[in-house]
């Protein structure tokens, strides 16, 4: 690991797990926050080729926020970086979120941080036969984004461990995990992944339809994110 991705994914260590547990205060602040109204302003969803063919689009179009949402694949190329810093340094009210390769991601947060746009949400997923792993880290007005994906794995049978911490809190983070208990809803993650960040956690996403046969699985290495400019 470079020091890069060391630096992009500080303070999201996972611990060990041991069975699926919810804390009542995280519960009644995702029903709170379902009933927010939700911001008028476009957002850009930043896909690479393998994860545009994954759930993680199926889960954005099910969501209240879906024709705000325009999609856009990353690759390595000036015009696309020049692209993407101009829309960034527009001072426009809009959002980024995305699901991408770790190099890819890089460089979208590297442009960020340059242009003086805000991080609101962080997430490495490593997506194996027997389960995904999700290190998450988010802001207060993400809250809602661990617990929404955490439940909806659980519900749907996905076996996973997922750790989540608030930015700058330095409380021990939330810690979720549960076994498989089928084999047919390992694109689960993902879709509940674009719901979540399309709504930044303030809809229940246990309403995404399972993705049982409709998406490709993806396997590998992944970071998710969601910056406000």
């Known amino acids: 690991m470079n020091v890069e991705r060391r630096s992009l994914l500080k303070g999201m260590a ?18 709170a926050m379902a009933g927010q109204s939700l911001p008028e302003q476009p957002i850009l969803a930043l896909v690479n080729a393998q994860t545009a063919e994954s759930a993680f689009l ?5 969501s209240p926020l879906a024709r705000q949402v325009e999609v856009q694949r990353t690759d390595a190329g000036l015009e696309f ?9 527009s001072g426009r009210p809009q959002r980024v979120i995305g699901l991408l390769d ?32 999700h290190r998450l880290l988010g802001a207060a007005s993400a809250s809602g984004c661990a617990l929404n994906l955490g439940r909806q794995l659980n519900a749907c049978g996905a076996g996973f461990e997922l750790s989540a911490q ?33 709504t930044l ?29």
């Open 102 to 133: 770790d190099a890819s991601a890089a460089l979208v947060l590297d442009l960020a941080r340059s242009a003086g746009a805000r991080v609101q949400w962080l997430g490495q997923h490593g997506i194996e036969v027997e389960g995904s792993r």
């Open 14 to 31: 996972l611990g060990s797990l041991a069975g699926m547990t919810l804390s009542g205060s995280g519960l009644a602040v995702a029903k």
């Open 81 to 89: 970086l020049l692209g993407l810093e101009q829309r960034l340094r």
């Open 166 to 198: 608030h930015i700058h809190d330095q409380h021990a983070p939330l810690h979720l995990s549960a076994p498989a208990r089928r084999s047919d809803v390992a694109g689960q993650w993902a879709a509940t992944l674009g719901f979540t960040l399309a």
């Open 58 to 62: 199926l889960g954005i179009g099910a």
């Open 201 to 229: 956690g303030r809809l229940d996403a246990t309403q995404v339809p399972l993705t049982s046969h409709q998406r490709a699985s993806l396997t590998g290495h992944f970071v998710s994110f969601s910056i406000e400019a």
